[in-house]
Structure formats: structure tokens, C-alpha cells
């Protein structure tokens, strides 16, 4: 099994990489500021923030909402699943195919990430995060364009 950090060339891959993405139809740079704007309701200085780091620091700080916890998963997948949607690395990500995904941290957040081999990787594992999914829909859109039909079942009399 091969495995790619959200660095170098798969730079795109990661949530600090430029691309727009919105929240509350306000639009942001990027998916990290999103996901930091997401855990409160103060989120005017979070948008204005033209780096990954700045959104970061500040979503350190904030208040987070009531339920933030159960919440931060299903959050963070909407983001990456809109960020890929309206992006045009969508091909980029798809021609990682069956690769593990992992979410290299310098910083040590072994929650979202891996550090030093260690971690819950849940930006990078690719059976139960939205690249999979993402992948999975993105294919099917592809071949219903096609005029194929690949959905479970298809092709059966």
C-alpha cells in the first residue's frame, strides 16, 4: 500500500491548500478557514484571514458552538466534499485511486492527521472519508454522462 502526505505535489489534497470554498453563503479561501469558521458563530474575522495559519490561530480562540465535538466530523466532510466539488483538482484527487491518504502533521494533531506514524488519520483514511465518496459519486456522474450506467444492479434482467 502506497501512501501520500498532503504535501509537495499532493499539496491540493490538504485543507490549507487555496480554494474556495463557502459557508453560510459567504465564500472563503480556502477549507481550513471554513472548518475553523464552522465551530462558532463569530466568524467574521475567521473569513478575512488570508492564510491557513491566521484561520487557525483564530479558530483557537473562539467560542465553539454547543455540540461542536459530535459535530466536527460530519463538518469537515461536507467542506472537503464541497471543496473538491467546486475545484478543478477533482481529476487530481480521483488519479490517487485506491491510495492511502495521509494527513502528515508536523504539529502533532493525531486526531486529523499522522504524526510519526501515529494518528487517526481522519482527513486521509480511505474507506471512511469523503475522497472515498467523492471518488465513488464523481465515477457514476461520469458515466451516466457517458450514457453508462455502473450503479449497483445495473445491466441485470
Known amino acids: 500500500m502506497w501512501s501520500i502526505p498532503f504535501r509537495g ?4 489534497l490538504s485543507n490549507c491548500f487555496p480554494s ?17 469558521a464552522a465551530k462558532t458563530t463569530e466568524r467574521a474575522q475567521i473569513q478575512a484571514c488570508l492564510s491557513p495559519a491566521a484561520a487557525r490561530v483564530l479558530g483557537r480562540r473562539v467560542t ?11 463538518v469537515m466532510r461536507a467542506i ?13 484527487l480521483l488519479a490517487t485511486g485506491d491510495t492511502w491518504l495521509e494527513e502528515g502533521t508536523t504539529q502533532g494533531d493525531r486526531f486529523w492527521g499522522m504524526a510519526n506514524g501515529c494518528g487517526e ?8 472519508n469523503p475522497w ?4 465513488e459519486r464523481y465515477e457514476r456522474r461520469k458515466d451516466v ?6 450503479s449497483p444492479g445495473a445491466g441485470r434482467a
Not at 488519520?121 to 471512511?128: I, K, S
Not at 472515498?132 to 471518488?135: D, S
Open 121 to 128: 488519520n481522519q482527513l486521509g483514511r480511505p474507506v471512511e
Open 132 to 135: 472515498w465518496r467523492f471518488r
Open 64 to 74: 465553539l458552538r454547543p455540540g461542536w465535538d459530535e459535530l466536527r466530523l460530519g
Open 9 to 12: 505535489e499532493a499539496f491540493f
Open 20 to 36: 474556495p470554498v463557502q459557508l453560510g453563503g459567504v465564500m472563503y479561501r480556502m477549507a481550513e478557514a471554513v472548518f475553523q
Open 145 to 150: 454522462t457517458r450514457g453508462e450506467d455502473r
Open 80 to 92: 472537503v466534499a464541497q471543496k473538491f466539488r467546486l475545484s478543478p483538482v477533482a481529476d487530481r
